[in-house]
């Protein structure tokens, strides 16, 4: 007579569907990319800048979420190392991603996109904890103790090791590229101390941009940008006589549009053409005076934009994605900088301007002034000479002794204001 079947084991409730997934690791890996895809759309498409529309985000929306939903794809199919490495990498992108969101909610300035940029960090926390998890439960608990210890010392170098590689090329320049394209100035403008004009300036790409204007008491204005950044500065003009526009880049403070600084020239050329149709400005007296970033564009946007006839660039050093290296760091460098370009490329729907090298000695014979400080920021001790032996005449180069970036009428004052103003009387008035 045979033996009836041995019963079932059963070690607890069996998870079936739609719960077991959701308990699983993979399920949780899908359920946190889905909220760091959810900021994304949520960013792009269903709450975007004032100004801008969906179809303006293709790339920035569409890229992202299409790597999210691949990602979530193919986990499950992975070993649990790639698993655990892809889980730590998206966990850290996606605290990069929610980032300018706790930013905005810090400084009191949150919009209703920012709420789900905290979603996004929650989810890269979690994914960020899941990675060493997935890895724990993957060790191999057979072998010596000596070779089972020597394994597991083996296999976290060679983790350190591939962790650092993705951090440095993969993490860092995408978080990066995401916080210069997302994150700008906040908060009021400082106040220049004179009466102003609050005036709009409307761009090729029909963006309207929030300014403020001092009229010109001798028929000669300056932009002056980003306008924010140079208060100091901006008074120092009007002490002496010429109008000021300071403006409002895309995307900061009131003005509309994404910050896309790479799109910076388009708002300094309708700045150019707003002060050319000023009562009080003479067209062949309009000059500009760029500040760190707003000093590079506004380098790029004088060699197309013939209205500025005299430049004041202070603290220009590498655009996004440049550096100036040899040998084996310029080979190290290479795929950051490839990373860092294409990231910031997707992210601000918009391709890298020329190198300002390039581009420069376009300027001429219009003249240009160069301040630097030195060690500066950004390589501006580098990058000043190499501007200015590309530029071509008339042009000026100034070393502000003891400066920080930025900060020659601070520890100069005097003498800040006697070159300026002599460079741009010189250009604009003595004619």
Do not use: C
Not at 125 to 138: E, F, I, N, Q, Y
Not at 154 to 166: F, K, N, Y
Not at 255 to 280: H, I, M
Request: charged share 20%.
């Amino acid at each position: 007579m045979s033996a009836p079947p041995a019963a079932a084991r059963v070690d607890g409730p069996t998870r079936t569907g739609a719960g077991a997934f959701v308990r699983s690791e993979p399920g949780v890996v899908v359920i946190a990319l889905a909220a760091i895809a959810l900021h994304v759309v949520d960013d792009n498409y269903l709450r975007p800048q004032p100004g801008t529309s969906a179809g303006d985000h293709l790339a920035s929306g569409l890229v992202p979420v299409g790597i999210l939903v691949a990602v979530a794809a193919l986990y499950p199919h992975l070993r649990a190392g790639l698993r655990a490495a892809t889980a730590m990498t998206f966990g850290a992108l996606g605290l990069a991603i929610g980032f300018p969101g706790a930013y905005h909610l810090l400084h009191g300035e949150a919009s209703g996109v920012d709420y789900t940029g905290l979603l996004s960090i929650l989810a890269g926390l979690v994914l960020l904890a899941l990675g060493p998890v997935t890895l724990w439960k993957a060790r191999r608990p057979g072998g010596s103790r000596r070779r089972r210890y020597g394994r597991r010392a083996l296999e976290a170098a060679v983790g350190v090791l591939a962790g650092l590689a993705l951090l440095a090329f993969v993490v860092f320049p995408i978080a990066f590229s995401y916080g210069y394209t997302h994150v700008g100035r906040i908060g009021p403008p400082p106040e220049i101390g004179v009466p102003y004009e609050t005036v709009t300036v409307r761009t090729s790409d029909s963006l309207d941009l929030v300014g403020r204007y001092v009229p010109s008491r001798n028929r000669a204005a300056i932009v002056v940008y980003p306008g924010a950044s140079a208060v100091r500065e901006a008074r120092m003009l009007v002490d002496n006589g010429y109008g000021v526009l300071l403006l409002d880049p895309r995307g900061q403070g009131r003005s509309e549009g994404d910050l896309v600084r790479w799109a910076g020239d388009r708002d300094l050329a309708a700045a150019a053409a707003y002060l050319e149709r000023r009562p009080d400005v003479d067209p062949d007296r309009i000059g500009g005076l760029g500040s760190s970033v707003g000093g590079e564009i506004l380098l790029v946007a004088a060699a197309r934009v013939p209205a500025f006839r005299a430049v004041v660039s202070e603290g220009a050093g590498f655009p996004l994605g440049e550096a100036d290296l040899t040998g084996v760091e310029r080979v190290l460098a290479a795929p950051l900088k490839v990373a860092m370009t294409a990231a910031a490329t997707v992210f601000s729907n918009h391709g890298p301007p020329a190198p300002i090298v390039d581009r420069i000695a376009e300027i001429a014979p219009r003249p240009v002034l160069l301040v630097y400080a030195d060690p500066g920021q950004g390589g501006e001790a580098v990058r000043q000479p190499k501007y200015f032996a590309a530029a071509g005449e008339p042009k000026e180069i100034w070393l502000v002794p003891g400066a920080d970036h930025t900060g020659g009428i601070d520890v100069e004052p005097a003498e800040y204001e006697r070159r300026v103003i002599a460079f741009l009387d010189a250009a604009l008035l003595d004619r």
